[in-house]
């Protein structure tokens, strides 16, 4: 069983999400042809936007390698990324019932009118796992492991709620909603935190740079595109890269932020469609007062331009951490990556205020790095109790980011 559900996930969302989303038009009572229209549409706009994903960091790519040449002697953690550290989660015994259960609960909370999100983002089904496989390693306890994994998705079901109406006015992906557990758990609460802050500080509280007025205000040197090529240079030069890769690197980024925004533009036009049906089906099934939202992956926010020009302009300052941070273990090379995903909850968070998104993007980034740094031992312990050999302490950007996992490692390190 758990073969058969790993090839599955192994398919990825842009094979996943077309048939996904045909069944469940087929379930709202869509006619096939729409319905296979619909999901091709989420599939395509979706494959888009990891292509325009993946130009990014074909991009920023010069600018990590030179990061990774430097001098890292004094780091003695390994920084494992991502990838490995969800890929190890599915070999607890329990990953292939966590996901049976996910889904049934997920359809029994629905029908009961308990939630109204309906999580289709099964791929990052590893934010539940990845902190039910630690606190299976550190209780050595199948039960508990499997426990933390279900309770957090049906966590994720309330939160993602919640937020919708946020989603909905910022990115106005009507029908949507974001499920990633990670982000919407943590990044955001924090960004609406640092908000009221900056709201109390004369003068900062006032200060209001968007993308929008910056073009307003500059014109041709405030528009979008300009912005990226911008942004690019400063990222090249910064990393002491030649003048080729420099302009590379600020023509890609220009593109990747006209892009994004286009992708999810295609997406939409195939959810938009699930989601009328969706919505139609629930009046006539459950009530005229029923709404459903699709919780999908935050990759959906990426069409953001302060998002992208944030995360950007956060891969020197990244590194930068790493040298001043006290008793820093781990050099953060791995988690240039992950900053794409982590900054668009804080820039609708900061409504698009780029001055507001970039202070706590840089502060939650800064928390990411010391939790990560600290709770090296447990993922350590998570990695050897999944099987994997690792040589030496690990880490990676979960346990900085994931607020089911600091709280667990958090416990066993206070408790033992």
Known sequence: ??????????????????????????????????????????????????????????????????????????????????????????????????????????????????????????????????????????????????????????????????????????????????TTFSFISFAYPFGVLVNKIIDKIPGLKDVDISLETVSEKFGFFGDTAIIGLIVGFIL??????????????????????????????????????????????????IGEDSELYIGMDIALGLGDPTAITTTVILIPVAILFAFIIPNMSYFPVGLLTVIVYMVPLLAMASNGNLLRTLISSALFLLIVEIFASIFAPEATAMMHATGVEVNGIVTDGFFGFNLANVIISLIHSIIG
């Open 1 to 178: 069983m758990l073969e058969v559900i790993q090839k599955i996930m192994n398919l990825g969302a842009v094979a996943m999400l077309p048939i996904v989303m045909a069944i469940l038009g087929l379930i709202f009572r869509m006619k096939l042809g729409k319905a296979i229209k619909a999901g091709l549409m989420v599939g395509i706009g979706f494959q888009g936007l990891q292509l325009v994903i993946g130009l990014l960091m074909e991009t920023v790519e010069p600018a990590i390698t030179y990061y990774r040449s430097m001098d890292t002697s004094g780091f003695t953690t390994v920084d494992v990324g991502w990838a490995a550290m969800g890929a190890s989660s599915w070999s607890v015994p329990f990953a292939a019932p966590a996901i049976l259960l996910i889904v049934l609960i997920n359809v029994v909370l629905i029908v009961t009118k308990r939630t109204r999100v309906l999580n289709v983002d099964i791929w990052n089904y590893i934010h539940f796992l990845i902190p039910g496989t630690l606190a299976y390693a550190l209780t050595n306890s199948v039960a508990i492991g499997l426990g933390v994994t279900v309770g957090l998705s049906v966590i994720t079901l309330f939160i993602a709620e919640k937020i919708a109406p946020k989603w909905l006015e910022y990115y106005g992906l009507e029908g949507t909603t974001c």
């Open 236 to 285: 090249g030069f910064l990393t002491k890269q030649t003048w080729e890769t420099m302009l590379i690197m600020g023509i890609s980024i220009s593109a990747v932020l006209v892009l994004l925004p286009k992708m999810v533009s295609v997406m939409m036009e195939g959810l938009t469609a699930v989601g009328t049906g969706a919505q139609s089906f629930m009046k006539k099934k």
